[in-house]
């Protein structure tokens, strides 16, 4: 993996651990205040996001669909 490629590769590693651990932050329930709760489920929601659209995007590269159609 070289260029542009591998380092969307770290970026959608790096996005897959965090959301991880914000998912076992949250299971431990009692170690959260309502308020940090509430901003680990909204950092989730734009995280899922970010990584489908990467991998959305990485499958059109791998399938040899370019910009131009």
């Not at 260029?3 to 914000?22: A, P, Q, V």
């Not at 995007?57 to 159609?69: D, F, I, L, S």
Request: hydrophobic share 30%.
């Amino acid at each position: 993996m070289t260029g542009r490629n591998s380092i969307n590769t770290i970026k959608l590693k790096s996005l897959e651990k965090t959301r991880d651990f914000y998912l076992w932050e949250l299971k431990r329930e009692e170690s959260l205040t309502e308020r940090e709760r509430n901003k680990y489920l909204s950092a989730l929601k734009v995280i899922k996001r970010i990584i489908k659209k990467k991998e959305k995007a990485g499958k059109k590269e791998k399938g040899g669909v370019n910009a131009t159609g």
